[in-house]
Each structure stands twice: as C-alpha cells, then as structure tokens.
C-alpha cells in the first residue's frame, strides 16, 4: 500500500478547491443573508482576502522551508510546549469542523433525502469511510480526489451555471452597512480558514518553483464558483433568502423543470456527498496528522479511535438539530477560528523574519 | 579418458527407466555396430517416431565408417542436438528428446524430436476481432513463441525460459523487448517466478497470485490475452510478457486498469469512433456496478427525489408485487447468474434453450404473474448486459454489482457514494512494480490520457506510457 508519501501540486490545488467550495456552499449564503442581507457577498470577498493571504503565506513559507514540516519548525524556534499546545488547539479545531459538517449534511440529508432520523445510517456511512481516507495516507487521498475532481466540477460548474436561469428580480443593495458586513464576517469566520491544512502537510507536498500560482488559481476558482452561487442564490430568492438554508440545493430546486430534465437538484445532493466525504477525510487526515505530533509514540490508528469514539459521543449527544449547529457554529468555532487566522500566520510570519536575519547575518 | 567411464548402455538404460518408474511409454532402442553398443532411449507417447526412424536410427544404422561420438553427433539430423550431462538426462527425455548413449564414449547426445501435437492457431472465443488479425496463441508453447518471432524480426526480442512447479516442470517463457523494457521490472519478475513454490502449473492464471502485490485483493493486478498483436502491442509499450506451456493465455506486466477499457478493435478503426466506444465501456461498467444499487436506493430511501412521472410508473408496476424490492431485485440478478452458469456448461445446442426459458419463459411469466416488477427485470438486465462491455473485469463487476446492491438496499445514495469512494480508494492503494493501478487517471499523466479514456491517432501517440517505468518513453522522433 501507498502510505503517506508526497502529494503533487495538482493534487494539492484539488484539495484547495475542494476545502474552499465545500465548506461554503450549503448553509452559509442564506445565514450571511440573515445577518448581512445581500451585502452578504462582501463577507465572502473580505474572508477570501484572509483565506489568500493564508495560502501566500503558506507559499513563501515553503520556498523558503522546501522540507521542513511546520512540527519541527515550531518546535525548533518555539520549543516543544509551544508545539504541544499548537497542536493540540488543532485537533480541538478539527473535531470541532468535522462535527459541524457532519451536522450540517446530516440535517439536509435527513430533511431532504432521507426523510428519517436514524442517524445510525449516518454513521455507519461517514465514519468507516473517512476513517479509510485518513488511514490510507494522503497521496491515495490524494489521487481519489484527484480522480473525482473532474465530476466534482462538472457538476459544480453546471450546477453554477445553471442556477442563474433561475434568477427572477434584483435584491437591493446597501441595506446592510459596514459594520453589520463586518460583524457577519467575524461571526462567520469559521467557515473559512480552512487552508491551513496546507501548512500542516508542509513536508509532504511535492513544490516546485512557480507551483504557488497553481495553488492560487485553484483558490481563486472556487472562490469564483462560490461567489456566483452566492449571487445567484440572492438573485433568486431575494429577501426570502434567509428562509432557504440550503443554497446549492434551493438555487438548483429553482430551475428544476428546466429542458425538461426533471429534478435536476438531485445532482446538487451527489456533489454535497463528494464533497463532504473528501473534505471529512482531509480534516481528518489533519486530525490523524495533529494527534501524532501531540503524542508521537502512539500509532495514528489510536488518533482514529480517539476521534470515532469523541466524534460519536459528540454527535450523538450534544447536537442534533439544525438551530443548535448553528448556534454551535457561531458561537464556539469562530474563537477556534483564531489558529487559522491568528496563529499560524503569525509564527509563519515569525519563522519568515529569523530566517531572513540569519541570512543577513550570514551576508 | 580412460576407458572406465564409458557407458554400459544396457545398464544404464535400465536405470534411466528404473528412474522413470518403468512406465510403459519409455522406450528403448539398442544398435549393434561392430563393437560399438549405441542405446537409444525416449518417450514413445512424446517424441515424433518417424523422425526418430528417419533422422536418427537409420542415418545411424547406415554409417559405414568407424562409429564415434563426433560421427554420430554429425549423422543426426535433426535441429536440436546437444550434449548433455548425466542428471539431465531425465529431464531431456520428460521434455521429447531421444537419449543416445554410446559404449565407447562418456558423452551423452540429446535429440530433440518432442511431437508436435498442437492445434493451429485460430481466433480466440474471448477476444473476437471485426478487423485485424485473427489468430490466437494455441497451448502449445513453441507455437506462441513462434507467433511472437514472427511480429519482431529484430534481435530487441529477448526470451528467458524458466521451469515451474516441483512436479509439472512446467516451461516458462518471459519475452520483452531489450532496448526499451525497465531491466527492474523484469528483474523483480524473474525474482518472483524463481521463489513460486508450487507442485504444478496447470494454467498461467496459477502464476497470477504469486506476481501480484495484493494477491488476495479482488482486482485482477495482471493483465492477460490470447491474442499475439496484443502481446506484441504491449512488449512494444515496454511490458513484460509471461508465456506458459499448455496454455492460450499469456500474461503481461505491469498492468493498469486502464487496459481492460481498451480493446484491440480501437486500434484497428476510426480513433474518433474507438473514443466514443471507451465512453460507452466506462459507462456501462460504471452502470454495471451500480445501476441495481442506486435503483434499490431510490426506490426505498429517496422516491422523493425521483421526478413525479417515474416514481407513478415505478409505484404503479410495483404495488401488486408481494416482495421488498431488495429482494426481488436480487432474486433477478441470482437468478441470471445462475442462467449464465448453465449457459456456460451446457452444450452449444442446448444454450438456446436456456435462454428461451430464462429471458422468456421465467421472465415475462415472472412479471406476468406479479412476482416481479418490469422496472426491476429492466434495471438488472440491462445492468447484466452492460457488465460485457468490460469482459475482462466481468468477474469482479459481478461481485462488486451484489456488494452494492446491498450498500444500496441498506444505506442508500450515501453509502452508494460512500462505497464507490472507498473502491477507488482502494484501488488507489495498489501498486505492482512501481506502477499505480489507476494510471493515467490517478495520478493523472496527460501524456498517457492520449491513449486512455480517449484515443487520439496512432500518428499522433508518439510516447509510450509514462505509467511505468521503462528506457526509452519515445516511440518516435528523437
């Protein structure tokens, strides 16, 4: 079996598009409506500067560190309780992000598909399968979302595409000012940030001089996809966009008789199902990756234990309905949020500064 | 050489037979020539007795001047005559060559008249042609290596024998082509042939198991073919391939899932028209596996997503029927496999008789007498149908057809989803002699992808494939 080596360029720039389009698809256009009206779109465009700089960063980190893994560079200008702690905000963010789109899924899912509410078929879906895509190692993870990527955006692009047939009247703009634009974005902030898996596979991407533009072009491509679904989605619904909480569903639920190809929102329901399966199995590839850096002696199938076992008992217990995820949402990740947008970028920025004194030193 | 060396033919012969258990096959032939003993021993059942009469005895028999080895070396006329040590002599005589042992000489000939009983070669049953060559490797050996020499008059040709299995000593040939082969690969191969413990092979598919990576896995890791422009096709592509006596099949190495897409029919028609016909393959496959399984989950978790028109056809043909659609959907597809196992080892004459009662007696009756539903009688037969647009994966397309049949009837679209992930995962996680068993399509190698989903002209194929390794990726130019 093909474990853990390097994945390529091309595959990195998938699970960057993936990450970026998955997480901001489905709940989050109609509760930026809520808070922010169709000014909703700023929040996208002010958190998509943030998620860029991420990526720059993360590019010229790794110019300048090719084979280096962001463990050992914490560990050597921080020291070891830095790391531990680090990291073990990490794996506390990654629990957090996989039970919130396991959540948000299992509600659409169960409103709109399975008209049920046995999550044990849930479970039974999820877990075994993200639990293979992170035990598997991250260049087979690679190559199947590699392989998936092509139906991932077709799909994506007709579905994109498509949804502005369904558009019917303008919504107003400026109703929203800018403080209630940006009080939106903080509260939302957890939906994005999510590249930050880039700096903990560091060691494991193939980088070649001139690559970080692809890494870009991905980014910006799904930023694109998300922003005219956003637009799309407001130019359809309006002022009840708030009432539709799942945008990619409702955008293509709009136009369903369209050609006369029936209900063509069911090929909305298979792209959530790619594309939530990949993004679990990379968030949990992060946790796997977290957990062994926190405690290096154990064997990363205990990391897949540890999360079954927290993510059941979290799931199961604490969050069942759509209300509560959200508020979970809202409330709790956007402080977790901090480690994508506060903490790795500032000792990234740190690592950046002593390796450029040394080399002056050295001059 | 002193003269205690020299052979007591009668007695030796006696013990050649005595090693060979005294079976009533082995004959022996003594000639008398002045003082000369000349002792003759062979399988009378594998050697061409006429040529032995003709080529050997007589010219033999006929020798008027002073009998020594050298002379009768010489006299013989056949083209395989070789000296060999004393243990071989067993071994010559299992492989069709007549043993000539001399009371005046310590050296041992060996005549290679082995009977020539193989079949012409004739176009496979599995891999019928529209346009191209027709002829198919046969179970005889030298006839396949001699198909093989044919397509390459050229000295690249290199051909390595091995022997097999403790007890069949069966003759193993691997050929590959010198200048462009990855010299690993074939290392690795003949690494892996040499530690094959096993008391026979009896077929090349014996063989299969112990060059894989992932013996037990479900997925065929080898590629295999009757067809000589089909081997010669792959050698060209810097393959390995692997021949077996007493077999049609020859294997070849490494192998890519890719190749059970292709057939040889693209390569002799429009490239334009073989493209559309490796869709329609990839989709058919992909209908294969899962059309039975998806119309399952539909139609038990998620009829409300089926448009309006469909879910009254479906609801209307399957109310009267009295079981779980799961169960009914798999009492159709047992129910072919079980008329496919008949087919296959009925007589000819009686196979249109089963396909008269099951496609039209168990079929249309079945529905007629509301025990099955025709969506479902539709939804598996044309799944069944379309499992031979990929013959070669036929076996596992059946297995993983059952597989989410019941992913389907249990977890719905999700776990449909999550399965088909999962395979391909799988499938990811497969490697033999460096080679990724989804290449060109992950990893993705644009150069490789000219001869993949799609098929561009053979003028415009300039590379071989980068998905393995090989010396010389450039096919043409410089």
Redesign the interface.
């Known amino acids: 079996?093909?474990r853990d080596k390097s994945i390529?360029i091309?595959?990195t720039g998938i699970f960057i598009f993936i990450i970026i389009f998955a997480n901001k698809v489905l709940l989050l256009p109609s509760l930026l409506y809520r808070d922010a009206n169709v000014e909703g779109i700023f929040c996208y465009l002010i958190l998509f500067l943030l998620e860029i700089g991420l990526i720059f960063l993360f590019i010229v980190l790794k110019s300048k560190f090719p084979n280096v893994s962001f463990a050992s560079l914490v560990k050597e200008k921080f020291g070891i309780v830095t790391l531990k702690i680090i990291y073990f905000l990490l794996i506390i963010f990654f629990l957090c992000k996989l039970i919130l789109i396991y959540n948000v899924t299992y509600i659409f899912?169960k409103d709109?598909?399975?008209?049920?509410n046995d999550t044990i078929?849930?479970l039974?879906?999820?877990l075994?399968?993200i639990n293979?895509?992170a035990f598997?190692g991250l260049?087979?993870?690679g190559?199947?979302c590699?392989?998936?990527f092509p139906l991932i955006l077709i799909i994506a692009l007709f579905c994109v595409i498509i949804s502005f047939i369904g558009i019917s009247s303008t919504p107003l703009f400026y109703q929203s000012n800018v403080s209630e634009v940006l009080i939106s974005s903080l509260k939302h902030i957890s939906s994005f940030g999510d590249v930050i898996f880039l700096y903990l596979f560091m060691d494991k991407i193939d980088y070649k001089k001139g690559d970080g533009k692809k890494l870009v072009f991905f980014a910006l491509s799904a930023m694109i996809l998300i922003i005219l679904m956003a637009i799309a989605f407001y130019f359809s619904y309006t002022y009840t966009s708030f009432m539709h909480q799942y945008a990619i569903f409702e955008v293509m639920g709009n136009i369903k008789d369209y050609g006369g190809l029936?209900?063509i929102?069911?090929i909305a329901?298979?792209l959530i199902?790619?594309l939530t399966?990949?993004q679990m199995g990379i968030y949990l590839k992060c946790f796997t990756e977290s957990f062994n850096v926190l405690l290096p002696k154990l064997h990363k199938q205990y990391a897949l234990i540890t999360f079954d076992i927290l993510f059941v008992i979290i799931v199961e217990l604490i969050i069942r309905n759509l209300e509560r995820t959200i508020l979970y949402g809202e409330s709790i990740l956007p402080y977790l949020s901090i480690i994508s947008f506060v903490i790795i970028p500032l000792c990234s920025i740190i690592f950046l500064i002593i390796k450029r004194r040394g080399e002056k030193w050295k001059d | 050489m002193s003269s205690m060396n020299f052979f007591n033919v009668e007695k030796e012969i006696k013990n050649i037979k005595k090693e060979l258990h005294f079976s009533f096959d082995v004959a022996d032939r003594t000639l008398k020539k002045g003082s000369v003993t000349i002792g003759f021993i062979y399988l009378k059942s594998f050697t061409d007795n006429l040529i032995f009469s003709t080529a050997i005895y007589q010219p033999i028999s006929d020798l008027n001047e002073e009998i020594s080895f050298s002379s009768v070396k010489n006299i013989v006329q056949a083209n395989d005559v070789k000296e060999i040590k004393k243990e071989e002599i067993v071994d010559n005589i299992l492989k069709g060559a007549v043993i000539i042992l001399m009371n005046n000489s310590d050296k041992i000939l060996s005549v290679d008249i082995q009977k020539f009983n193989a079949r012409a070669p004739s176009e496979p049953p599995t891999t019928p042609v529209i346009q191209g060559p027709r002829e198919g490797f046969t179970e005889d050996i030298k006839t396949n290596l001699g198909l093989l020499r044919k397509r390459f008059y050229s000295s690249d040709l290199v051909l390595k024998n091995f022997d097999v299995g403790k007890r069949t000593k069966t003759q193993i040939v691997i050929a590959y082509l010198d200048s462009v082969v990855d010299k690993k690969i074939v290392k690795e191969i003949e690494k892996k042939l040499k530690k094959i413990d096993i008391d026979g092979v009896v077929d090349s598919y014996y063989l299969v198991p112990y060059l894989s990576n992932n013996p037990n896995s479900l997925f065929k890791q080898v590629g295999n073919t009757e067809k000589p422009d089909i081997v010669c096709a792959k050698l060209l592509e810097g393959r390995v391939a692997i021949l077996v006596d007493n077999t049609p099949i020859v294997l070849t190495i490494p192998f890519v899932l890719l190749e059970e897409l292709q057939n040889t029919n693209d390569y002799y028609t429009n490239y334009l028209y073989s493209t559309l016909l490796r869709f329609i393959r990839a989709v058919g496959g992909f209908f294969a596996v899962l059309g039975p399984g998806l119309y399952i989950a539909l139609q038990l978790f998620h009829y409300n997503i089926l448009p309006l028109k469909y879910l009254i056809t479906i609801a209307d043909s399957t109310q009267q029927i009295p079981f779980t659609p799961f169960i009914e959907i798999l009492f159709i597809s047992l129910l072919f496999q079980i008329l496919y196992e008949v087919s296959l080892r009925l007589p000819s004459y009686l196979g249109l008789a089963t396909s008269i009662v099951g496609a039209l007696i168990l079929g249309d009756t079945g529905v007629k007498a509301g025990l099955i539903s025709p969506p479902a009688v539709i939804v598996v037969a044309i799944a069944k149908i379309a499992l031979y647009t990929i013959p070669e994966q036929a076996a596992q397309i059946t297995v993983l057809q059952f597989v989410f049949l019941l992913i389907g009837a249990s977890l719905g679209l999700l776990g449909l989803i999550g399965g088909l992930i999962y395979v391909i995962s799988y499938l990811n996680t497969i490697e033999n002699f460096g080679t990724p068993y989804l290449a060109p399509f992950s990893p993705f190698i644009l150069k490789d992808n000219k001869d993949g989903l799609l098929r561009v002209p053979i003028t415009s194929m300039k590379d071989r494939p980068y998905s393995f390794n090989n010396t010389d990726h450039k096919r043409k130019g410089e």
Not at chain 1, 112 to 116: A, M, T, V
């Open positions: 079996m093909a390529n091309w595959q899912f709109l598909i399975y008209k049920e078929i849930f039974v879906c999820f075994p399968i293979y895509l598997v260049r087979v993870l190559r199947t590699q392989l998936f029936g209900r929102d069911v329901v298979i199902i790619f399966y990949f």
